[in-house]
């Protein structure tokens, strides 16, 4: 057994291969009982190849299926050993049919003889063949290279065969790859509008293109694989730019095109220059031509390839153009704009036209072969240096902003236009300018920004306040619904019932609403309001405990009233909003122990104040000051400091409405504000309220602990079902005789046909058909003694559109409570 597992040599060929130990062998040795199994250890090598590899006997049946074979088939070794009748094929080609193994087996005679298309055979009992098989990996198919063996015993007898099979796909796709490369290459270039030749390492011709021929009037056919690529261009043999390359001379290149030569700017190791060719046409020709060495993956130079374009127009453009130079030179002196040339490299200027002179004020003499840091201060010529680079940098032109400059002439401002002038090669050469004089106009123009930006800001506020405004009328209807009948539900529900809880919660919850709809409003500016005359210290003082517990312990609040303080014409509760807003903004401004100053005082303003301000009229003005050493506020932030939903806070911490709402009620007041800030220093912010300047009356405040009653008859108007019906239970409920109709033409028909006196008339401002005001007209015809009280949620500019905020007239706003229907019922029908 210990010689059956050396290797053996093949007495056929000659060749060392593997023995095979077949299975007679083995049994014959049982019992000499070998360490180790021969054909085990046989089959572990075939089964760890790279390769896929199989094995089969004499028979044509597979002895070994290794792990590669198994994932190129993906078909399993216990499912392939012992089959036979060319079933290994299968997987391959999707049917049985003889591999490269299976042509080993073939007799002597036969295998002598194979002339099978694509197997070849190779020295002694190998064959090899290379094909796209369709089924491979399951399907997928793939280009595959196969190498067969017969398998011989130690006799030399033929027992099997064995074949190993590699996926050269990717190889073959990158043969193919590189053939349509190279062909690709040549059809590029031999397709080229541009005349070109190539060169190999023998300086012969590999490659002369159809606009080469076409350019010389040589065919391909009489010129490539020799070496007489000079002689179309000149009348004797000479070596071409390209030779050089092929034989890394390049130095000798100087010689042969002294001055008319240059390294390419594009390609490394390339070359360019510029010559005549007398024996190019008639008289002959110029031509610009370049050369650039072909390299292998390795570096190593394999040929050149030399372009050509004629030039001989462009030589006579130059001509032309230097005729031109003066012409335009002639202009340039002429235009009324200054405009000045400057050289690419250090911006020193080379040429200046007149209208620069007596711009700059400077002489032409003195101001070429100069920089801009010979005329201006520093850090104005590094601005215009860096402006300079840039364009040179880009290669595109620039507008120049605005920026004074000093001249001799005084400061003037210039609208400057720089513009790259690239040489031949495309290279910055020069920075043409050309500035015009906008001094006066600039000025004209920031005067008309200023007005404009002062209008749009205006608009823009009040655009929102309309939108904002705009949502008043439909909450404020269903806010009243919700209000009426949670306040009539309390009255019928015992407090220590669980229900009573619950309504309370749900009267806190439109209450809050109702609130958030008066923020809107009186951002918007359309809150409808009920001004009184206040002495502001008195209502500021009033709120101290409220305010106090606001901000919380760590924060110092200081009170700082002015003394003989004006009085003012202001809704109580709008002060209350504003105060609270700002001292609220104040102590979220605050990181822990801090300082709020409220403080008030009378001044005035004159006319050249307002000038600059354009929120402020002349006048009289009752300061109120909110202060605080907080964090202060960046410019950014100061700029969207009213803008509605503008907030600094985290999410759910804030809704942006505050500083809005306290806008909102100051521009409603006819005041205007004023805010100061510095980061980490802290804010101020100044608001300014018109003086009051009638007689003041003293008002009394008075509350009823229960709704105030009556027996009157009222007829109600309301187009909105929901809030009628509502208004007809609170009425009832407060002992009235209630008519009621949704229509104007309705309440009309009803009043005519009404038998008793009708006491009151309340009704909605805002109906299809008839406005209230006009309903209250037709029917006090009718009952000269009627007294009307109007109701809305629309906001106050609409009301007012129909005279209800007139004088002398009662209202009461959506949504409304029954106790304050109730009351604004009494007083209107307690009127003498």
Not at 193 to 210: C, E
Not at 342 to 362: M, P, S, T, V
Not at 468 to 474: F, I, K, P, S, T
Not at 686 to 712: T, V, W
Request: charged share 30%; glycine share 8%.
């Amino acid at each position: 057994m210990a010689k059956d597992q050396n290797k053996n040599r093949d007495n056929r060929t000659g060749k060392q291969g593997l023995l095979f130990v077949d299975q007679e062998l083995s049994e014959g040795n049982q019992g000499e009982k070998e360490p180790w199994d021969s054909n085990r250890i046989f089959h572990d090598i075939i089964d760890f190849l790279p390769d896929a590899t199989f094995m089969i006997d004499r028979n044509g049946k597979v002895i070994a299926w290794n792990k590669a074979m198994e994932q190129m088939t993906k078909v399993p070794k216990e499912d392939m050993i012992g089959k036979g009748e060319y079933e290994y094929a299968v997987p391959f080609y999707g049917k049985a049919r003889p591999l490269l193994a299976d042509l080993t087996l073939l007799p002597d005679e036969e295998f002598e003889k194979i002339h099978y298309e694509g197997v070849y055979r190779q020295q002694g009992d190998t064959l090899y063949a290379a094909a796209y098989v369709p089924k491979t990996y399951g399907g997928k198919g793939a280009y595959l290279s196969a190498t067969a063996s017969r398998l011989r015993d130690a006799s030399g007898r033929i027992i099997g065969a064995i074949e190993s099979i590699r996926d050269i796909t990717e190889r073959k796709r990158a043969e193919e790859a590189l053939r349509n490369s190279e062909k690709l290459l040549r059809d590029i270039l031999d397709g080229s509008p541009i005349p070109q030749f190539v060169i190999g390492t023998d300086h012969r011709i590999i490659l002369w293109n159809k606009a080469i021929e076409k350019y010389t009037g040589v065919k391909a056919t009489e010129i490539v694989g020799t070496d007489q690529q000079s002689v179309p261009f000149y009348k004797e043999k000479r070596r071409t730019m390209a030779d050089f390359l092929v034989d890394g001379s390049v130095e000798k290149i100087p010689q042969w095109y002294a001055g008319k030569y240059a390294k390419s700017q594009l390609v490394e190791e390339a070359y360019e220059g510029t010559d005549f060719f007398p024996a190019l046409g008639k008289d002959g020709k110029w031509l610009y031509f370049t050369a650039a060495a072909i390299k292998d993956s390795t570096g190593t130079t394999i040929g050149a390839v030399e372009t050509l374009e004629d030039i001989t127009e462009h030589k006579r453009t130059d001509e032309l153009l230097m005729e031109r130079e003066e012409f335009l030179s002639s202009i340039i002196e002429n235009i009324p704009d200054m405009i000045f040339i400057k050289d690419a490299k250090d911006l020193r200027f080379i040429r200046f036209n007149r209208a620069g002179e007596n711009l700059l004020g400077f002489k032409r003499e003195e101001l070429i072969g100069k920089s801009d840091y010979d005329f201006f201060p520093r850090e104005q010529a590094d601005f215009f240096t860096k402006n300079d680079r840039e364009v040179l940098d880009s290669g595109q032109p620039c507008d120049i902003p605005e920026e004074p400059i000093a001249s001799r002439s005084g400061k003037r401002i210039l609208h400057t236009q720089k513009i790259p002038i690239p040489d031949k090669d495309g290279n910055p050469a020069y920075l043409l300018g050309i500035s015009e004089d906008i001094t006066e106009r600039k000025r004209a123009e920031e005067e008309q920004e200023m007005l404009q930006a002062q209008f749009s800001q205006a608009q823009k506020m009040e655009s929102i306040g309309r939108l904002a405004g705009g949502v008043a009328h439909d909450f404020n209807n269903m806010l009243g619904v919700i209000i009426g009948y949670t306040e009539m539900a309390f009255r019928q529900v015992d407090p220590s019932h669980p229900v009573f809880a619950k309504l309370q919660q749900i009267g806190k919850a439109a209450e809050r609403s109702a609130d958030l709809t008066r923020q809107l409003l009186a951002f918007a500016r359309k809150q409808t309001i009920i001004p009184k005359v206040l002495d502001l210290n008195e209502t500021l003082e009033g709120m101290l405990k409220i305010l106090r517990r606001l901000i919380g312990e760590d924060i110092d609040l200081t009170w700082q009233p002015g003394k003989g303080l004006w009085p003012v014409n202001v809704d109580p509760s709008q002060i209350d909003q504003i105060l609270a807003n700002l001292c609220v903004n104040a102590s979220d401004a605050i990181a822990g122990v801090g300082k709020i100053i409220i403080e008030t005082g009378n001044t005035s303003f004159q006319e050249a104040y307002c000038t600059h301000h354009p929120d402020c009229v002349p006048g009289d003005y009752v300061l109120l000051a909110v202060s605080d050493d907080g964090c202060g506020m960046e410019k950014k932030v100061l700029d969207n400091l009213f803008e509605p939903f503008f907030t600094t806070k985290e999410t759910g911490k804030g809704t942006g409405l505050g500083l809005a709402t306290v806008y909102g009620i100051v521009k409603q007041n006819n005041g205007f504000i004023s805010v100061y800030s510095e980061e980490g220093i802290g804010s101020t912010f100044k608001i300014y309220l018109p003086r009051y300047q009638g007689e003041i009356e003293e008002i009394q405040e008075e509350g009823l602990a229960e709704p105030a009653r009556g027996n009157e008859t009222i007829l109600v108007v309301e187009d909105d079902p929901l809030i009628l019906n509502m208004t007809i239970i609170m009425l009832q409920g407060l002992g009235y005789t209630v008519l009621s109709a949704s229509r104007p033409d309705d309440a009309i028909r009803i009043a005519g046909e009404h038998a008793g006196e009708i006491h009151l008339l309340l009704t909605d401002v805002i109906m299809p058909q008839m406005n209230g005001r006009d309903l209250a007209k037709s029917l006090t015809s009718l009952f000269p003694q009627l007294k009307c009280l109007f109701m809305s949620g629309y906001t106050a500019d609409l009301i007012a559109h129909h005279g209800v905020l007139d004088d002398n007239v009662d209202f009461v706003q959506k949504p409304f409570s029954m106790h304050a229907l109730a009351a604004k019922l009494r007083e209107t029908l307690d009127k003498k």
